[in-house]
Nanobody, 121 residues
């Protein structure tokens, strides 16, 4: 099994910055995509940003130019730097990893426990 531990998040004023980190541990044979989703009350969970095994990235239109995702392959970690935060960025942010726990295991989606990001004055 793959475990994900998130850190970061919290309360920030509009225009401020926050960083999120997520580290994968446990039985890991291969990690494909790593990324972040978010969910606010009454809304569906949505992709924020993702980085695939080749290093390619994609972002939600709402965060392009403000958020930056990066990945440390050696540490099995993914990071999200969030700048120029807006109240509408307020949500629970979830780390997401697509991985194989062993060579024979199926490709599986793994989720972190979620971390709250609140943007408010």
């Amino acid at each position: 099994q793959v475990q994900l531990v998130e850190s970061g998040g919290g309360l920030v004023q509009p225009g401020g910055s926050l960083s999120l980190s997520c580290a994968a541990s446990g039985s890991i044979f291969y990690i494909g995509a790593m990324g972040w989703f978010r969910q606010s009350p009454g809304k569906e969970r949505e992709l924020v940003a993702r980085v695939i095994s080749t290093g390619g990235t994609n972002y939600a239109d709402s965060v392009k130019g403000r958020f930056a995702i990066s990945r440390d392959v050696a540490k099995n970690a993914v990071y999200l730097k969030m700048n120029t935060l807006k109240p509408e960025d307020t949500a629970v942010y979830y780390c997401h990893v697509v991985a194989r726990a062993t060579m024979r295991a199926p490709v599986t989606d793994y989720w972190g426990q979620g971390t709250q990001v609140t943007v408010s004055s």
